[in-house]
Structures are given as C-alpha cells and as structure tokens.
T-cell receptor
Framework: QKEVEQDPGPLSVPEGAIVSLNCTYSNSAFQYFMWYRQYSRKGPELLMYTYSSGNKEDGRFTAQVDKSSKYISLFIRDSQPSDSATYLCAVAGGTSYGKLTFGQGTILTVHP | GAVVSQHPSWVICKSGTSVKIECRSLDFQATTMFWYRQFPKQSLMLMATSNEGSKATYEQGVEKDKFLINHASLTLSTLTVTSAHPEDSSFYIC??????????FGPGTRLLVL
C-alpha cells in the first residue's frame, strides 16, 4: 500500500465548475498537508499548506484535512482554464523532518 | 518571485559523461535540500536529502556513487549525475524547506542523455 493515494485522473471540467481533488494517506504520524500545482515542464508550486485537521481558504482554493479518516481535499471554485495543471498532494511529519511524500498527482483540464 | 533556482534548466549530453545541476535558495538559508526525479506523467520521487556540512542521505534504490550530492554552502546544493546513460534522462527537481515543513521547489532541470 502506498503511503499516499491520489486518483491520477485525468479530470476534465468546464470553466466555472467546482473541482474536488482528494488524497488518502496511511500514516497517522503525518501532520503537515500540502497541495502543489505543477504546470508542464515546470517545478511544483505551493498552493496550500495546512497543519492538522481543519479547513483553510485562499481565494478560490479551499484545503480540507480530516485526520480521523486520513483524508485530504482541495476544492477549486469557479475553475478557470489557467487552473489546468497537475495537482499533487503531499504530506509530511513524524520523524522525517522536511521529507515530503507525494501522491501520484491528478491531471486537471478546465475547458472554456 | 522564485525562491529556489536551478541551473541549467535543460541539458543534453552524450552517454558516459557527467552532468552537474545546481540548486540555490535565493533569499534564505537551507541547511537541508532535497533532490527529486520525475519521469513523464509520474509523480516526484525523492532521491536524496542534501545536508550542509555532512553526507547526503539517499533513498533506497538510489545509487550514491552515481548521483553525487554536495551541499557546498547554506544556499547551494549540487547534484552530479556521473557516467550518465539514456535511462538517466529525466526531470530533476530540487526543493528547500523554508519555515516549518513548507517546501519550495526549483523550476527543474530536464536532462536528456543521448
């Protein structure tokens, strides 16, 4: 079993739709949860960062963490074609300071 | 703006040659940096942890004699792919933690070995 599971998609939605991206993880020691966006042939860009359970909102993006079910989500409201990218969830914590464990990434396409 | 830079952004080399990739933190110090490799349509795979002033820590299955890492200063880590072969062709990305558990990634280096 992989430490972080993420549906690779691809996911295709019309412009303006609400997008829901999800990951599950297996190690309860993880305490830090991140979402990265990666455009083709570019390095990942940090979108959202949360610590422990709860919600965090930043503009059109909302990150949600439920530690009891080991489930993390990213919601994108009013999706735009410029949101088309690969979205990677990442977790960290426990004894491995700074080491991130990534999900497989979800390829998102928002079409006009 | 970018907080982590990489150089070069892409490189083509002949099989058997060595290639050095630099990773710099631009406005902060990083005692630890991380090197990842990413194949097309796959996620990032951690190769090694670069530690300033000490040896790098390699992930299982990564050959330390092939992928030499030197953390020369608090803002610079280098990855040298020695005796590169076509199967080493990949996208190499570094990252540096800034603050607690938040990491910033470089723009990546695309390596093509002919």
């Amino acid at each position: 079993q992989k430490e972080v599971e993420q549906d690779p998609g691809p996911l295709s939605v019309p412009e303006g739709a609400i997008v829901s991206l999800n990951c599950t993880y297996s190690n309860s020691a993880f305490q830090y949860f991140m979402w990265y966006r990666q455009y083709s042939r570019k390095g990942p860009e940090l979108l959202m960062y949360t610590y422990s359970s709860g919600n965090k909102e930043d503009g059109r993006f909302t990150a949600q963490v439920d530690k009891s079910s080991k489930y993390i989500s990213l919601f994108i409201r009013d999706s735009q074609p410029s949101d088309s990218a690969t979205y990677l969830c990442a977790v960290a914590g426990g004894t491995s300071y700074g080491k991130l464990t990534f999900g497989q990434g979800t390829i998102l396409t928002v079409h006009p | 703006g970018a907080v982590v830079s990489q150089h070069p952004s892409w490189v083509i080399c002949k099989s058997g040659t060595s290639v050095k990739i630099e990773c710099r933190s631009l406005d902060f110090q990083a005692t630890t940096m991380f090197w990842y490799r990413q194949f097309p349509k796959q996620s990032l795979m951690l190769m090694a942890t670069s530690n300033e002033g000490s040896k790098a820590t390699y992930e299982q299955g990564v050959e330390k004699d092939k992928f030499l890492i030197n953390h020369a200063s608090l803002t610079l880590s280098t990855l040298t792919v020695t005796s590169a072969h076509p199967e080493d062709s990949s996208f190499y990305i570094c990252s540096a933690p800034r603050g607690q558990e938040t990491q910033y990634f470089g723009p990546g280096t695309r390596l093509l070995v002919l």
